[in-house]
C-alpha cells in the first residue's frame, strides 16, 4: 500500500471519488470548489481558497504523503497537470496523454476504426456545411456549447473552438478502466443533460441513470474503442467516453480522461469501487477487482438540482440523515451545503439519487423529487 493509504484529490468537485476511496479502503485528502457538509464528514475536505484551477499548484506540494488524482475540470489543463505531476505521483492521466485524448480528430478516428458511427468535426470553420452542427469550446474556454448560427460567422474563426455534427438521440455515457494498452468496459449509463426541471442550462451534464445493458453487438464495439483509445492515447485508470445512441448505435462524441460524474452509477449499480479498479493502473501489486457482472443490483437515478433562483441553502432539511450516517447503497442526497450557503441562479445546489426497477421509472422518481426540491428550497 503507498504511503499510508492517502490519496489527494483535486478537481471542481471531488465528493463522488472520495466516497470511492474509501469504498477502496483509501484515506482520501480532498480539496475542491465546494467542500460540502457530506464531503467534510466523512473525509479531511477543504474548499479551494485561491484561483480555481491555478490554486491548486499552491497544495499539491503539502507535506502530506501519497499520490494525487483529478477528478472534472482539469482535464482541459493539461499543462497544470503536468506541472502538478512533477511535485507528487500521479494516479491518472498526464499532459500529453490529455492532449491526445481531448482531441476531437483523435476520438473520430478512433470510433471508424472500431466501426461505430461518427460525429463529424471542422476546426478553424467559417461556415460548417450543411446541417445541424454544434460549435464547442476547445478545452473548456470560450462560450458554452450551442448551435451554430450565422452569429458565429460573423464573430469569425478560433482555435479556441471546433464545430461538430450534431446527433439526434439518447445521451449515453461507456465507462472504461485502461492501462495505457487495453481497457476494461466497466459499464454505461444513460446521461442526463440539460433538463429544465433541474434549471440546468443546455447541453450541460445533469445527472445519470444506469447501469444499461447495451446489446451484445455493440458491447463489443465499445470495447474495441476503449482499447483503442487506451491504446493510441496511452489512457491509463479511468476514462469515459459520451456518446450518442442513434438507430441502436453509440455514436462516440468526447473523451473524459478521468473519473467522471457517471461512474458511481456504475459503482452503486454494481456494488464495486471504481478507484479500485483505476488503483490497479498505477500500483503494480495492487489487489486486482472482479469483472461487473453482466446483471446489475439494482437501476439508480443520479440527478444535480441547479438553483433556478438565487437561494440561501437551509438550515435544515430531509438531507440530514446522509450527514450523520455513511450509507451501504447511494445516499438519498449529496454535494450537501452547508447551511446558510448562498448559492446563486445556475449554480448546483445538490445532487439526489433513487433506486427503481427500471431507467425509465428512475427518471420519473428523479423528476418527483425535483419537483418537492423546488418546492422546499426554491418556493416554485
Known sequence: MHAGGNLILFGASVRAAAFSAL????????????????????????????AYPEGFLDWIGAELP??????????????????????????????????????????????????????????????????????????????????WSPADARDGPTLMQYAQEFIEGESQAAIFCGDGRRATLLGVSRQLVGLDWLHAAPFRYCGSIGPLRPASDGRAALERLGSLLARRCRLRGLFGVDGVVRDGAFCPVEVNPRYTASVEILEYGYELSAIAWHRTAFVPDAPHPATPAADPTACIGKAILFAGTDLTFPTAGPWDYALRAAPSGP??????????????????????????????????????????????????
Open 23 to 50: 469504498r477502496a479502503g483509501l484515506r482520501p485528502w480532498c480539496c475542491d470548489l465546494f467542500a460540502d457538509a457530506d464531503l467534510q464528514a466523512r473525509c479531511p475536505a477543504m474548499r479551494l481558497p485561491g
Open 66 to 147: 501519497g499520490p494525487w488524482m483529478y477528478t472534472g475540470g482539469l482535464e482541459n489543463r493539461p499543462y497544470l497537470v503536468e506541472r502538478m505531476a512533477r511535485r507528487r505521483p500521479l494516479w491518472g492521466n498526464d499532459g500529453p496523454v490529455l492532449l491526445r485524448a481531448r482531441n476531437p480528430f483523435v476520438l473520430h478516428a478512433a470510433a471508424r476504426a472500431a466501426g461505430l458511427p461518427t460525429a463529424a468535426v471542422r476546426e478553424y470553420f467559417r461556415r460548417p456545411p450543411a446541417g445541424r452542427w454544434l460549435v464547442k469550446p476547445a478545452w473548456g474556454i470560450g462560450p458554452p456549447i450551442h448551435f
Open 331 to 380: 445516499p438519498q442526497f449529496a454535494d450537501i451545503p452547508r447551511p446558510g450557503t448562498r448559492v446563486r441562479v445556475g449554480r448546483p445546489v445538490l445532487s439526489f439519487f433513487v433506486t427503481a426497477a427500471s431507467p425509465e421509472a428512475c427518471f420519473d422518481a428523479l423528476r418527483r423529487t425535483a419537483a418537492e426540491l423546488d418546492r422546499r428550497l426554491l418556493g416554485s
